[in-house]
């Protein structure tokens, strides 16, 4: 890639990932959301990724960050979904906005999201997604770029 | 007013993204701490120009968008030394 390329690849990728955290979080109001958020993120890992190569990129996940990152998101998704089902019965109930007023006051304050909306969970399960998103669609380009690494390997073995 | 859910979730996402930028002792390209003063300065142009995404009232800067940069900013400072 050429010299232009690479000084201003890393920059932009830095604004891509923090518009894609501002699209997560408007994700319970606005078009957009977790993946939408998510796939703006990974579009920033991407594109340093392109550019540098997968040796030498900046912005460099791990298989143990990603794998983390990634269980992270699931589990964060089923603890979300599990409170709504252990505490009214259904599961992923909005346990912090509370429709059917069957919550306690005490367990609704914990799950409400601090914005004029109060939307309970929703920017959760969001914020949650948008991890699985960014690592998933990264770790695809990753798997790609390193695919070569990975044949020689299976060649010499 | 300024609403803490988006300064906090932002901040949660950049730090993340921010502990995974390291330099990379093979690469020739070097991204010192000028780069992230004129980072900060697009991100707070960005962030007048966005308006108040996604709340409407509560300031005249996209939060979300800053407290991200500020995460990415303290998750390099504190993890991603390399």
């Known amino acids: 890639m050429s010299t232009i390329l690479k000084l201003f690849a890393f920059p932009a990728s830095v604004v891509f990932m923090c518009y894609g955290a501002l699209t997560i979080l408007g994700g319970h109001i606005t078009p957009g959301g977790g993946f939408q958020g998510g796939a703006m993120i990974a579009a920033g890992i991407i594109f340093s990724l392109v550019v540098y190569g997968v040796d030498k990129t900046p912005i460099k996940l791990s298989h143990n960050f990603m794998a983390s990152l990634e269980s992270i998101g ?84 | 007013m300024v609403y803490i859910g988006p300064l906090v979730l932002g901040f949660i996402i950049g730090f993340i993204l921010g502990t995974r930028i390291k330099p990379n002792p093979e690469s020739k390209m070097y991204f010192p701490a000028s780069v992230y003063v004129l980072l900060a300065i697009v991100v707070i142009v960005m962030a007048y120009q966005l308006g108040p995404f996604p709340f409407y009232t509560d300031s005249i800067l996209a939060n979300g968008l800053i407290s991200a940069f500020v995460g990415i900013v303290v998750g390099k400072l504190t993890f991603g030394r390399g």
Request: no cysteine.
């Open chain 1, 74 to 157: 699931a589990i964060g998704y089923i603890f979300l979904g599990l409170a709504g089902l252990f505490t009214t019965g259904f599961f992923l109930y909005n346990l912090g906005v509370d429709l059917y007023h069957i919550v306690p006051p005490n367990i609704v304050n914990i799950f409400d999201y601090p914005d004029p909306i109060h939307a309970g969970i929703i920017p959760y399960l969001n914020f949650v997604v948008g991890l699985k998103v960014l690592v998933g669609l990264s770790a695809v380009v990753i798997t790609f770029l390193e695919s070569d690494k990975l044949i020689k390997k299976m060649e010499s073995n």
